[in-house]
């Protein structure tokens, strides 16, 4: 499933169809390299990764692949629906939704369903009519089937499940080698993995919200 993020390209004309808008914004996350704990000795490792690839990709020939796309030296692009919300599906925000909306009357043979009227604090631009129809952030979830792989020399071990709390400061490389790490070497537990994942993300400096599951597949 690709990142449902505002700006792709199926969910910005959704997002348009509703009579929305979306906002792009740049910024270099420094504030986390403040809040990072250096002395986390995982965390020291993954910011000598980052930063290797970064050197290693000033090399003529070298793949842009071998980037770690979490690290802080990074450029943040960041779209968001209505000048707000950075993600455009989720199960909270109703202020973006028509079910929890006043509806109000439309004339506009253009609109197709009933219209709704959007909060003031809204950043509306010029000539905006303040209101929309269908939901700007949807609660239907994306859903991809994979079958776990048994035999032939290749094995499905384990799954991590996260929010972008944790994918924000950690590359999803780093985030299966330190779970493997601790399942097969340490031989701690799937919950006790997950927790360590997101004590990590915090010591990476986040500051989102962290939601950190792992499914372990095989023993």
Known sequence: VDVGVPSRPDELERIKEA???ITTETEIPVVQLQRMDFSDQDVMEILKRCFNDRLVLQQPGQSANKR???????ILHISRVCGELAVSRAIG???????YSPVVDTVDDDVMGPSWEGPLWLPYPDNHSRTFTGDLVTAIPEMEKEKLQHGSGILDEFMV????????VIDPHDAIRVT????YEKKWSAKKAAGRLA???IHLGSSDNITVIVIRFSR
């Open 19 to 21: 009579n929305g808008w």
């Open 68 to 74: 770690c796309n979490a690290g802080p030296e990074r």
């Open 93 to 99: 925000d109703r202020d973006f939704k028509a079910a």
């Open 161 to 168: 499940v996260a929010c972008d709390g944790l994918w924000d």
């Open 180 to 183: 493997r790490g601790l399942l």
């Open 199 to 201: 004590e990590l993300a």
